[in-house]
């Protein structure tokens, strides 16, 4: 019997090495297949209701559409067959200390979304979407295919992995939202109120600070908390 397939869409936050953010964060939203038509309509009428035609994206929230995005995140934790996963990076600059950075920082952003993937249940198979960064990302990619072919005895669950623009897609939108409230949470910041009150409404959403993670088994809204390990001499 052919197993059941699931879609991920992948996006990132403040992954460059000298961009100056203390943090990093890279996250997906995860559908089931058989369900991700209806659930995207649902997402269309719901910009369509809130008068929010324009891509979502955590840096261009305006206040007037505070309602649409709580909206969205009620969507989103009311519907079983949609999950987020994300790794929280915090003290980026000490990862040049790091074994696990061996190579460069792009080595360790393309290893992080190894890490990110690894969790999913290979009782079921995936198709991976990911905002499109640069011109390398497709040798990339090939090569995190490669790595899990090998990692799964040439069985890996991970059938595809392919570049989207975050505006060709609604769930990758909603991926950059959740990753924005982390990572803007992580860093500190009070620099507008309609971002500390989403930020709020996610964490009253979840049941967790968003910036400290969460239990490695919640499987709805999941967190982990990454923080690099100085090695003794």
């Not at 009150?197 to 979840?206: L, M």
Request: glycine residues 4%; aromatic residues 14%; neutral net charge.
């Amino acid at each position: 019997m052919d197993k059941q397939q699931h879609n991920i869409y992948l996006d990132e936050s403040c992954h460059l090495e000298f961009d100056g953010f203390p943090v990093m964060c890279v996250g997906y939203v995860k559908v089931d297949t058989q369900a991700y038509e209806a659930i995207r309509a649902d997402l269309k009428h719901l910009k369509i209701k809130h008068h929010a035609p324009t891509e979502l994206k955590w840096n261009k929230l305006s206040s007037s559409r505070l309602g649409f995005y709580k909206a969205i995140i009620d969507y989103f934790f009311s519907q079983e067959a949609l999950c987020f996963r994300a790794i929280l990076v915090k003290h980026k600059n000490d990862l040049k200390q790091d074994d696990f950075n061996k190579g460069s920082h792009d080595n360790f952003y393309y290893k992080l979304i190894e890490y990110l993937l690894r969790p999913n249940n290979t009782d079921y198979v995936y198709r991976v979407f990911l905002d499109i960064k640069d011109t390398r990302g497709r040798e990339r990619l090939k090569k995190i295919k490669e790595n899990f072919h090998t990692f799964h005895l040439g069985e890996s669950p991970f059938m595809s992995f392919q570049h989207l623009h975050s505006h060709d897609n609604i769930l990758i939108e909603l991926a950059d939202f959740f990753i924005g409230a982390i990572t803007y949470k992580a860093r500190g910041l009070e620099t507008s109120k309609v971002k500390k009150e989403i930020v709020a409404y996610i964490e009253e959403k979840s049941g967790y600070h968003i910036d400290e993670g969460t239990e490695p088994w919640e499987m709805k809204f999941n967190i982990f908390d990454y923080q690099p390990k100085k090695r003794s001499e």
